[in-house]
């Protein structure tokens, strides 16, 4: 039994430096998420960006994946960011910038339940969240769904991946920040929707389900991911620790060596970075951090194969995690294609 149907919420930043977080769970079972030192990057068209993505039927994670546009309103959300800037301007107010274009619900069905056999089945489960939307903001329906733009990714041909909808909600509507769009009543109420929606369109109810998994069925898919996880977190830590006496050591030495102590520095970054998007699917982000990562190995073996061979076992074991994973986001691929280049 869980207590939702999953629906993940995040902020669209349109512009300035985006973090990536991990989760820190405290011994008292409270959840805070810290930010990952060295993951930031700077954002420049992000909400154009996140929608064309979205949309895009040739990205590597998107490879099996049947791509619907519900609803097509980004340049309705758009609109109401430029509009609000002009009547600030008008009205000569000063500040009042908006970096979060959108808020993101990414509501999912897992894919060993009856699946929405058509558009119109998708379709109703996401109007109950426009209408959920609208009555805890107390904004009609009509102007959420003005702002709401609702892309469909059918995950049926994939046998690991699910099915869900990105429903992006503006932030901003009537030239006005809609503060609670954001805020937990709205989150709450869109989970609960959603729930009350696939038991209606499916009949399908989240109190009677039980997560299974191939290898082993007794044990829920969130218990599964969060213990493996919670694996390679803690062999992190471990490489964590010995690239940091490594760094420690190095320093001491003389000089010729210095550039050598920073490489593991900043690998020691960058293998933090590529494998929370490794773990977390962010497979462009991911691309680009194993690139990284192993032109920072190659530099290490040229002085000590033993320390990148321990390197490329531990990325060997994130790798085996999901072994579906885009070529491009896994670390030795990249590495194949540097010594292909290099011969």
């Known amino acids: 039994m869980i207590k939702n149907w999953t629906v993940k919420v995040k902020q669209i930043r349109n512009s300035g430096i985006k973090y990536k977080h991990k989760k820190v769970i405290a011994d008292n079972g409270k959840i805070t998420h810290s930010k990952i030192a060295g993951s930031g990057r700077k954002i420049n068209n992000g909400f154009i960006n996140h929608v064309n993505y979205i949309a895009d039927q040739n990205r590597p994670s ?31 107010l000063a ?3 908006v970096v979060n274009y959108a808020t993101s619900f990414v509501c999912t069905i897992p894919n060993d339940i009856t699946q929405p056999n058509s ?18 903001t107390n904004l009609p329906v009509k102007a959420i769904k003005r702002h709401t733009h609702i892309v469909l990714h059918d995950e049926s ?17 009537n030239n006005e920040v809609v503060k609670s769009i954001s805020q937990r009543k709205t989150i709450h109420a869109v989970k609960q929707g959603f729930n009350k929606s696939v038991k209606l369109v499916l009949n399908e109810d989240h109190k009677d389900y039980l997560p299974k998994t191939k290898s082993k069925p007794d ?13 390679l977190e803690d062999k992190n830590k471990q490489l964590n620790s010995a690239v940091t006496a490594q760094v420690t050591k190095l320093t001491k030495t003389r000089k010729a060596i210095e550039a050598l102590a920073d490489t593991y520095h ?62 491009g986001a896994k670390v030795t691929t990249q590495r194949k294609r540097r010594r292909r280049n290099r011969g």
Do not use: C
Request: charged share 25%; net charge positive.
């Open 95 to 97: 500040g009042g910038g």
């Open 266 to 327: 900043k690998l020691k970054i960058e293998l933090e970075s590529w494998t929370f998007n490794f773990m977390n699917k962010f497979w462009n982000e991911a691309e680009l951090k194993a690139a990284e990562v192993a032109e920072s190995i190659d530099k290490i073996e040229q002085h000590s194969k033993i320390s990148a061979q321990k390197f490329n076992e531990t990325i060997h074991e994130v790798e085996k995690t999901n072994l579906s994973a885009p070529e």
């Open 157 to 173: 041909a994939s046998a690991d991946k699910h099915s869900h909808l990105h429903i992006l909600v503006s932030n901003v509507i």
């Open 119 to 136: 558009i119109k089945q998708w379709s109703q489960i996401s109007a109950q969240v426009i209408q959920d939307i609208a009555a805890v």
């Open 62 to 92: 998107h490879l099996k994946t049947k791509i619907t546009v519900l609803l097509n309103n980004a340049h309705h959300i758009l609109n109401a960011i430029s509009e609000r800037k002009n009547y600030r301007k008008s009205q000569s």
């Open 219 to 231: 044990k829920p898919l969130w218990l599964a991911r969060s213990e493996k996880l919670q694996q």
